[in-house]
C-alpha cells in the first residue's frame, strides 16, 4: 500500500479515537455511494454527523482542512442523503471536518464541527 493511503488509514483511525473520547458514537466508517465516500458517519445527541477526514504530513502546502474542496461537498451531501434515506432516518446532519497532522515529531488532531452547511 501506498505511503499515502497508509497516512490516510491513520488519520482515519485517529479521528475515530477522538471522536470516541468526546461521546460520539461510531455508526459507519467508509461510506460509499456513487463516486463519494464519507470517510465516517457518527451520532451525537440527536445529530448525525458527518466526517471528512483530511490527513497530511506538514502543513508546509497549507492546512489539511483546506483541502476540502467545492465538489468534494457536493460528493459528501449526495452520499449522506443516500444514507439517511436508506437507513430510514429523520435527524440533523452535520458536517464536520478532523484535520490530522501527522509526522515523525507530530501528532495533532484538529475537530471543525460545522465545517461547511450543505445548503
Known amino acids: 500500500m501506498a505511503y499515502h493511503n497508509e497516512l490516510g488509514k491513520l488519520g482515519e483511525e485517529l479521528a475515530v479515537q477522538y471522536l470516541l473520547k468526546q461521546d ?10 456513487d463516486k463519494a465516500e464519507i470517510d465516517i458517519i457518527a451520532a451525537k445527541g440527536d445529530e448525525i454527523v458527518i466526517v471528512e477526514v483530511k490527513t ?14 467545492a465538489s468534494k461537498i ?5 452520499a449522506a442523503n443516500e444514507y439517511m434515506v436508506s437507513q430510514h ?3 440533523e446532519v452535520r458536517f ?18 460545522n465545517a461547511f452547511y450543505h445548503f
Open 96 to 113: 464536520d471536518i478532523i484535520a490530522v497532522l501527522k509526522n515523525k515529531t507530530t501528532e495533532k488532531v484538529e475537530h471543525y464541527p
Open 56 to 69: 497530511r504530513n506538514s502543513a508546509a502546502f497549507g492546512n489539511p482542512q483546506e483541502f476540502v474542496t
Open 89 to 91: 432516518l429523520d435527524k
Open 74 to 78: 457536493k460528493l459528501l451531501v449526495k
Open 24 to 33: 460520539y458514537a461510531i455508526l459507519e466508517r467508509n461510506f460509499r455511494y
